[in-house]
Nanobody
Framework: QVQLVESGGGLVQAGGSLRISCAAS????????MSWFRQAPGKEREFVAA????????KYADSVKGRFTISRDNAKKTVDLQMNSLKPEDTAVYYC?????????????????WGQGTQVTVSS
């Protein structure tokens, strides 16, 4: 069983930075492909970034490419999302997701484990 807990969300001004983190329980974190999704009010949950099991490969949505960086620490069982040059349209609840299947999936159905989410609000 895998449990995911996000932290680090908050309020930031446009152009600012924020780092959110996801801590995982369980013994097999290094076997999990990890991703971040987000969901804004009234919108569907959308893919943000993914990282492979080793951390050697990453993938980003076009809307965040060049501004966000995903990373993981398998020893600490954490995955982080560094968000720079934040925009008001980045405002959303950010969710950590995990899968034992192939990494980098864009669809929420690719993931069997989800955190409870952390709110990120970017003011203009």
């Amino acid at each position: 069983q895998v449990q995911l807990v996000e932290s680090g969300g908050g309020l930031v001004q446009a152009g600012g930075s924020l780092r959110i983190s996801c801590a995982a329980s369980g013994r097999t974190f290094s076997n999990l492909a990890m991703s971040w999704f987000r969901q804004a009010p009234g919108k569907e949950r959308e893919f943000v970034a993914a990282i492979s099991r080793s951390g050697g490969s990453t993938k980003y949505a076009d809307s965040v490419k060049g501004r966000f960086t995903i990373s993981r620490d398998n020893a600490k069982k954490t995955v982080d999302l560094q968000m720079n040059s934040l925009k008001p349209e980045d405002t959303a609840v950010y969710y950590c997701a995990a899968s034992y299947s192939s990494w980098g999936g864009w669809d929420v159905r690719d993931y069997g484990y989800w955190g409870q989410g952390t709110q990120v609000t970017v003011s203009s």
